[in-house]
């Protein structure tokens, strides 16, 4: 990966994290968080992150297709447990992580942020204290860390 790419990643991590405590405290991802994942991946490829403008229209691709992805499988989750699995900020947060990504990355980052979440509200239950909703921004936060260090 070029270094730029590098830079772009690491200032990705930050919004990722700042939407992670937004989603904390208020229940919410801000779309100037997804906004600005946008722009850091914008700046990336200014700075020569990506070789060709076909790689750039791929990325592009990429990322709605990891955002429509989530979406379908909200949407027949939802349908079938008549209860709400995923807000519309994660599915739009997942549009610059596949971006940055790509589409198997990005999906990969979602399939581990639900099992951490899984884990997480597990041991909830387990310690008595069992939970119907939580911020899904900080497990895709970590996931998303964890797949950029595998990729390397």
Do not use: Q
């Not at 919004?15 to 405290?25: E, G, K, N, Q, T």
């Not at 297709?65 to 979406?71: D, H, K, P, Q």
């Not at 597990?122 to 204290?129: I, Q």
């Amino acid at each position: 990966m070029p270094e730029s790419l590098d830079i772009g990643l690491l200032l990705f991590a930050g919004v990722l994290a700042w939407a992670s405590v937004v989603d904390v405290r208020h229940r919410i991802i801000p779309n100037a968080a997804v906004v600005a994942g946008v722009a850091v991946w914008c700046v990336s490829v200014a700075l020569g992150a990506f070789a060709s403008a076909g790689s750039i229209v791929m990325s592009i691709v990429e990322g709605l297709a990891v955002s429509a992805f989530a979406l379908a499988c909200s949407l027949l989750l939802d349908r079938f447990t008549g209860a709400s699995s995923l807000g519309g900020g994660d599915v739009k947060l997942l549009f610059p992580i596949g971006l940055f990504v790509g589409v198997e990355a990005g999906l990969a980052t979602l399939g581990l942020a639900c099992v951490l979440a899984a884990v997480y509200c597990a041991a909830r239950s387990f310690m008595k204290s069992p939970i119907s909703t939580f911020p899904f921004a900080p497990f895709l936060s970590l996931a998303f860390l964890c797949v950029i260090m595998l990729e390397r």
